[in-house]
T-cell receptor, first 113, second 110 residues
Framework: ETGVTQTPRHLVMGMTNKKSLKCEQH?????MYWYKQSAKKPLELMFV???????ENNSVPSRFSPECPNSSHLFLHLHTLQPEDSALYLC????????????FGPGTRLTVL | GQQLNQSPQSMFIQEGEDVSMNCTSS?????WLWYKQDPGEGPVLLIA?????ELTSNGRLTAQFGITRKDSFLNISASIPSDVGIYFC??????????FGKGTLLTVNP
C-alpha cells in the first residue's frame, strides 16, 4: 500500500449505530487530519493530530470521536449520528504539522439514514 | 475566518482548449496549493507554491503565486478528457491550517 488509505470506502448507518472509520498513512508523516466534505461547501477541518497528540478539535460535535494510536493510524469513531452528517470524510497527512503539503486518502462516503 | 473565492464555479470546454481558474483571498497566504479531485476519490496535490510571484509548472499545468500574496491562478493547456474533475485551491497562512476554495468543476467535451 502507498500513500494514504481509508476504509471503508462506503458506509451506510442508522442513527443509533456505532461505527468507525480508519485511516492509514504509509508516508512516514507526523501529522494527520480529518476533514468533512459536503456538497457545495469548502472542506471543513475537523481534527488534527501531531505525533499522536490532538492539536485541534474544530468545534466538532461529540458524536464524532477521533483516536490516533500511532503516527500512522487515525480513526474516527461515530455514534448517534444525524442525517446531516452524511458526507465524504477525508483523511490527510503531512510531514509535520507546519507542512503545507497535505496528502489525502480516497475518503469514506458516509450515509446516515 | 479566512475565505477563498474560487472562480469560475464550473467550466465546459472543448478538448484541446486552454483553461484558466483563479482564487482570491481577503488575507495574505504564505503558501498556495492546487488540488484535483476525481469523482469518488480524495483530492490529489497538483502544484504547491511557496513564494510570491512564483510560477511553477507540472506538465500541462501552470500555477502562479500572486505578488500580493492574496491570489493564485491555475492554467491547463491543451485540455484532454482526463482533465475532467474538480479543482481546488488552498491557502496556508502562518498556522497549520489550510483554507480551501469551493472548487471549479471542469468538463471537457471530446
Amino acid at each position: 500500500e502507498t500513500g494514504v488509505t481509508q476504509t471503508p470506502r462506503h458506509l451506510v448507518m442508522g442513527m443509533t449505530n456505532k461505527k468507525s472509520l480508519k485511516c492509514e498513512q504509509h508516508l512516514g508523516h507526523n501529522a494527520m487530519y480529518w476533514y468533512k466534505q459536503s456538497a457545495k461547501k469548502p472542506l471543513e477541518l475537523m481534527f488534527v493530530y501531531s505525533l499522536e497528540e490532538r492539536v485541534e478539535n474544530n468545534s466538532v460535535p461529540s458524536r464524532f470521536s477521533p483516536e490516533c494510536p500511532n503516527s500512522s493510524h487515525l480513526f474516527l469513531h461515530l455514534h448517534t449520528l444525524q442525517p446531516e452528517d452524511s458526507a465524504l470524510y477525508l483523511c490527510a497527512s503531512s510531514q509535520d504539522i507546519g507542512g503545507a503539503e497535505q496528502f489525502f486518502g480516497p475518503g469514506t462516503r458516509l450515509t446516515v439514514l | 475566518g479566512q475565505q477563498l473565492n474560487q472562480s469560475p464555479q464550473s467550466m465546459f470546454i472543448q478538448e484541446g482548449e486552454d483553461v484558466s481558474m483563479n482564487c482570491t483571498s481577503s488575507s495574505i497566504f504564505n503558501t498556495w496549493l492546487w488540488y484535483k479531485q476525481d469523482p469518488g476519490e480524495g483530492p490529489v496535490l497538483l502544484i504547491a507554491l511557496y513564494k510570491a510571484g512564483e510560477l511553477t509548472s507540472n506538465g500541462r499545468l501552470t500555477a502562479q503565486f500572486g505578488i500580493t500574496r492574496k491570489d493564485s491562478f491555475l492554467n491547463i493547456s491543451a485540455s484532454i478528457p482526463s482533465d475532467v474533475g474538480i479543482y481546488f485551491c488552498a491557502g496556508k497562512g502562518s498556522n497549520y491550517k489550510l483554507t480551501f476554495g469551493k472548487g471549479t468543476l471542469l468538463t471537457v467535451n471530446p
